[in-house]
């Protein structure tokens, strides 16, 4: 990613349950990008994170 697109990167978990500095996605045309470290327990945590967020919202 350039460093523009860098600035504009947000963490994952504050966008989804919107404790974020700001919301992550404001458009729904925003792309998100998740940058999978590897560690399985990561990658649990954000799918679950995902969940919680999209059941709160009654999806």
């Known amino acids: 990613m350039t460093a523009r697109l860098w600035a504009d990167a947000v963490v994952i978990a504050g966008g989804v349950v919107g404790r974020g500095a700001r919301i992550a996605r404001t458009d729904p045309d925003d792309n998100v990008f998740f940058n999978c470290a590897g560690v399985g327990?990561?990658?649990?945590?954000?799918?679950?994170?995902?969940?919680?967020?999209?059941?709160?919202?009654?999806?």
């Open 41 to 59: 327990v990561q990658d649990v945590a954000a799918a679950w994170a995902v969940v919680h967020a999209a059941r709160g919202e009654g999806r």
